[in-house]
Nanobody
Framework: QRQLVESGGDLVQPGGSLRLSCAAS????????MGWYRQAPGKQREWVAF???????NYANSVKDRFTISRDNAKNTVYLQMNSLKPEDTAVYYC???????????WGQGTQVTVSS
């Protein structure tokens, strides 16, 4: 069974940090491009960052220089280190896996990040 399980979401003060994790199972993790998306209340889901199976990364302008995506193929896990958090980073964060050959995508259930004083 293919499954993505996010964790690490929490309530944090502005300027704080969090690390999100996404553990994958049932997929050949090393051939997938892994990504993070987020959806704030009343807004559409937006792309945050991705990391390819060759460790190339890319970030949305809104998080560049604050967020870092990484992956551990031995643990089938992708991470999102979030620093200097802002209230506008508040959202449900979703993990995404895209098969680089078939382009089929899988989603996790999301984890809530709230940035507030």
């Amino acid at each position: 069974q293919r499954q993505l399980v996010e964790s690490g979401g929490d309530l944090v003060q502005p300027g704080g940090s969090l690390r999100l994790s996404c553990a994958a199972s049932g997929i050949a993790f090393s051939i997938y491009t892994m990504g993070w998306y987020r959806q704030a209340p009343g807004k559409q889901r937006e792309w945050v960052a991705f990391i390819t199976n060759s460790d190339d990364t890319n970030y949305a302008n809104s998080v560049k220089d604050r967020f870092t995506i990484s992956r551990d193929n031995a643990k089938n896990t992708v991470y999102l280190q979030m620093n200097s958090l802002k209230p506008e980073d508040t959202a449900v964060y979703y993990c995404n896996a895209e098969n680089t050959i078939t382009r089929r995508k899988y989603w996790g259930q999301g984890t809530q990040v709230t940035v507030s004083s």
